[in-house]
């Protein structure tokens, strides 16, 4: 796909997403992954949310009807889901106020995490450089949004040059965030909010994940190299085929005459 600059990320009630100067949609960095990547994970966990809530709702549904319980168990998941995006969206937004030296007055479900986000940048001495920003590849027609980069002291490193995501997931980081940083590190621009500016990608030494949780915050190393990109690279292709895979597939072919072939049982053998 030939992109036409620029490419702006366009802000929505529901979230965002990015065009080009024709008006085409891009494909973002995390659709891709969304749509690319095996989620073993995920199906795991869905099982074990829909067990959860009929265990945990066993009295409320026992009083449902049959169809009306089974609805509320296939959607059990996605509240859960649900739940969990909107705290991760919530947080991502105190903490771009918190970096950029914002006073906040926080509702109390969400205190512990934006405490732990407040004590992870003093003790790693965090100087932003770009907050919440986003970037997009001509080259291989993708854009995203990513968290920050920042010069932060690593021990018995000193400080370098990073490039960070939060994440709030109970589970941690996961393996697929090194696609996604390998993603955002490689891009050649940086792109802004409804913006026609463009500059050129800032280069970073290395790329991590902030686990920002309740009780605390983890700086958890993530390997996004070029090894890493190109396998970001073949996710996208797999995403790509997926988007188009049904159309590769035709309309049944009739046949030239049409058959008079019956089957005669043997109803002394049957």
């Given at each position: ?96 106020r918190l970096i950029n ?60 040059r990073l490039l960070l ?106």
């Amino acid at each position: 796909m030939n992109l036409v600059r620029p490419i702006r990320r366009i802000d929505t009630a529901k979230g965002h997403y990015y065009i080009d100067g024709a008006k085409t949609r891009v494909t973002g960095v995390t659709t891709v992954l969304d749509g690319g990547l095996p989620k073993k994970a995920l199906i795991n966990w869905a099982g074990t949310a829909t067990a959860e809530a009929a265990v945990d709702r066993w009295d409320e549904l026992a009083e449902l009807g049959p169809a009306k319980r089974l609805k509320e168990l296939q959607g059990a998941r996605y509240a859960e889901k649900d739940k969990a995006a909107k705290r991760g969206t919530e947080v991502h937004a105190y903490a771009e106020r918190l970096i950029n030296g914002e006073s906040l007055e926080v509702p109390e479900e969400l205190a512990g995490h934006v405490e732990s986000y407040a004590r992870f940048l003093n003790a790693f001495k965090i100087e932003p450089v770009a907050v919440e920003f986003g970037v997009a590849s001509y080259k291989h027609a993708y854009a995203g949004t990513t968290d920050l980069i920042a010069d932060i002291v690593v021990p018995r490193h000193g400080r370098k040059r990073l490039l960070l995501d939060i994440k709030t997931s109970r589970s941690g980081i996961f393996g697929e965030v090194a696609l996604q940083l390998a993603a955002y590190r490689y891009a050649e621009v940086i792109i802004g909010k409804g913006e026609e500016h463009e500059r050129p990608m800032i280069e970073v030494e290395a790329c991590a994940g902030i686990h920002v949780r309740g009780d605390g915050a983890d700086l958890v190393p993530v390997t996004a190299d070029e090894a890493v990109f190109r396998s970001f690279l073949y996710v996208k292709q797999v995403y790509e085929f997926d988007q188009v895979s049904r159309d590769l597939v035709g309309a049944p072919v009739p046949p030239a005459i049409e058959s008079t072939y019956r089957l005669v049982r043997d109803e002394a053998s049957a």
